[in-house]
Structures are given as structure tokens and as C-alpha cells.
């Protein structure tokens, strides 16, 4: 059973006189790590709260198509039952703690599925090794970095165990350093809990080495659906606004000028690539 399979979605929001996702079709694999990017306001968001049934259950509007989460369509289910199923993390924190401890904060799911104290226990204390932040049990989200407020509210949502995990700029308010360390709890998650990701990001140098996939929307469309390497080297990113990894847009502009070189997705892979050009050169040889 495919974790997302989102049938030609169009969805337009009450009041609004324009769709915020037109036509949209793609297919989520189990074990895949799907990045989404595209342009502010292009319906990264939209798209993210379809695959949870935020929309349209929470978000009214006309909705065409369908989104699919393990073979159910959201339409059909509650949002509750679907988060046991596929979890959203916000660009926010704090849309997902509002009590005064970590703990009650990733209880309040699993105490909402009417668990024993013994399960919720149990979730609680995996929940929050899995994100390493067992020390902070205790304390008050407020007093957390946001660095470790994102990890809790992770947390939260791990408590509900889904198998799809998706995260909607999840660092948009973190500093680069905090924002590296949760892109690599991502990437760990993802391997050790064998769950499937959908990640948001525009911070395509950062993400772009995790991803198996590479997704782009443009004005509530998909533009680009395909390998990493292929898709951001794509001059159609440029056209619309997204920024490219530093490292692609290097290799591509040395392509141009007739030089040899495949689309590299990290720094490492670039200075590989120039390594192989530089091959023949006293340069290249220095440095072999
Ligand atoms: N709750 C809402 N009610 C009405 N219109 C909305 C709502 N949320 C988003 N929209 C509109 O839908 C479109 C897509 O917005 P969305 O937030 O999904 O884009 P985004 O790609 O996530 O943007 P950003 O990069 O800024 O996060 C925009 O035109 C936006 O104004
Ligand atoms: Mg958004």
C-alpha cells in the first residue's frame, strides 16, 4: 500500500476565487525520502496539510481529486485516525506544544487514543529518546531552544507512531547549525524507524544530499517530479525562483563553458566532479 498517492488534487480555499493546488498527481513510495520545494506561496503548505486531511477537513474548500494515505482517502477518515497513520510537523513549534511540560506535550496524542498509562508511558519515553531529548522531559516548552522546541514537537507527533512523516520547513525559524543537526535527526529517523518523509525545505543546499526524490511546484502545480540530480540541474528552477544547491549551479555554469561534468547534489560531489576534470592537469595531479 503506497504511504501517499495523491490523485489529480485540485483544491481551492473557501473565500478564495483561485486554486491553490491544481492537478496535482504524485506517488509517495514506502522507504522513500521525498523533497518538496518551489517558490513562496506556490502551496508547499496546502499540499503538506492534504496529505494529514487538514485540508479539507480543517480547512474548508473545494477539493477535486484525491489524497490517498495508505490506500484510505482522507476525505473518508477523521484527522485523528489519520495521524496515527501520517504525522505533520510545522514550520512552528508552537502550533504543537501548549502545556508546561515536554512530556504532557507528547502524552496528549497517545492519551487522546484512550491508551493505558503503561502504553502512553511507554510511547512517551520512546518518543523522546528518539529525538534525543529525554533530559528535557521535565521542563516547559517556553523555556526550550528552537532547536529543541522542533525536537519535541517531533516527538509529539512520533508518540501517534505514523509511518509517513512529513515536515513543513521544519527549521524555517532555527539558526543554520540547529538547523543542520534536525535535518540529520530527519535523515536518522527516517533510517532507524524505516518511516517514510515527505520534507518540505527551500534550503536546498542543506537537504538536497537526503533526499531520493525531488519534487517542485509552481503556482499549485507540479513542475518537476524526479532524481535529485536531474531536477536541480533543471534550468526551469531558475525560471521560477528556486535556488538551486550552490554546488549544482556551479557544476551546471563549468557545463556551459563546455566542461565534462554531471550535476552534483553536494559540495563533496562537486569537488569530485572538478577533481575528475582537473585529471589531467598538473592541477589535478597535485591535488590526486
Ligand atoms: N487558510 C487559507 N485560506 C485562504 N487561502 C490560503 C490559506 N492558506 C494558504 N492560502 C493561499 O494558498 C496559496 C498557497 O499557500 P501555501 O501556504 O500553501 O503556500 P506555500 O508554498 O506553503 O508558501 P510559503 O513558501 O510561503 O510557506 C497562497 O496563495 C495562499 O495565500
Ligand atoms: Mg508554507
Not at 496528549?108 to 522531559?137: C, H, K, Q, T, Y
Amino acid at each position: 500500500m503506497l504511504p501517499l498517492n495523491v490523485k489529480n488534487l485540485t483544491f481551492t480555499y473557501e473565500g478564495n476565487d483561485f486554486p491553490s493546488l491544481v492537478d496535482v498527481s504524485m506517488k509517495v513510495e514506502e522507504g522513500e525520502f521525498v523533497l518538496v520545494t518551489g517558490p513562496s506561496g506556490c502551496g508547499k503548505s496546502t499540499l503538506c496539510k492534504s496529505f494529514v486531511g487538514l485540508v479539507p477537513h480543517s480547512y474548508p474548500g473545494k477539493m477535486e481529486g484525491d489524497v490517498e494515505v495508505f490506500g484510505f482517502s482522507v476525505k473518508e477518515k477523521p484527522v485523528s485516525e489519520i495521524a496515527t497513520r501520517a504525522g505533520l510537523v510545522f514550520q512552528d513549534p508552537e502550533n504543537q506544544l501548549f502545556t508546561l511540560s515536554v512530556e504532557n506535550d507528547v502524552a496528549f496524542g497517545p492519551e487522546n487514543l484512550a491508551l493505558p498509562r503503561d502504553a502512553i508511558r511507554e510511547r512517551v519515553d520512546w518518543s523522546i529518546g528518539a529525538v534525543r531529548i529525554a533530559d528535557l522531559r521535565h521542563r516547559a516548552p517556553f523555556e526550550l531552544s528552537g532547536g529543541q522546541q522542533q525536537r519535541a514537537a517531533i516527538a509529539s507527533i512520533l508518540a501517534m507512531k505514523p509511518t509517513l512523516m512529513i515536515f513543513d520547513e521544519p527549521t524555517a525559524f532555527l539558526d543554520p547549525a540547529s538547523a543542520k543537526s534536525l535535518f540529520e535527526l530527519i535523515y536518522s529517523l527516517k533510517k532507524e524507524l524505516g518511516i517514510t518523509v515527505v520534507l518540505v525545505e527551500h534550503r536546498l543546499d542543506m537537504v538536497a544530499a537526503l533526499a531520493s526524490r525531488v519534487v517542485v511546484l509552481d503556482g499549485g502545480r507540479v513542475v518537476l517530479d524526479g532524481d535529485p540530480r536531474e531536477v536541480l540541474s533543471n534550468k526551469v528552477l531558475e525560471r521560477i525562483g528556486v535556488g538551486a544547491p550552490a554546488a549544482t549551479r556551479l557544476c551546471m555554469r563549468l557545463r556551459e563553458r563546455g566542461f565534462g561534468l554531471e550535476a552534483p547534489i553536494s559540495v563533496e560531489e562537486a569537488a569530485k566532479e572538478i577533481l575528475k576534470v582537473l585529471g589531467g592537469t598538473s592541477l589535478g595531479r597535485d591535488r590526486g
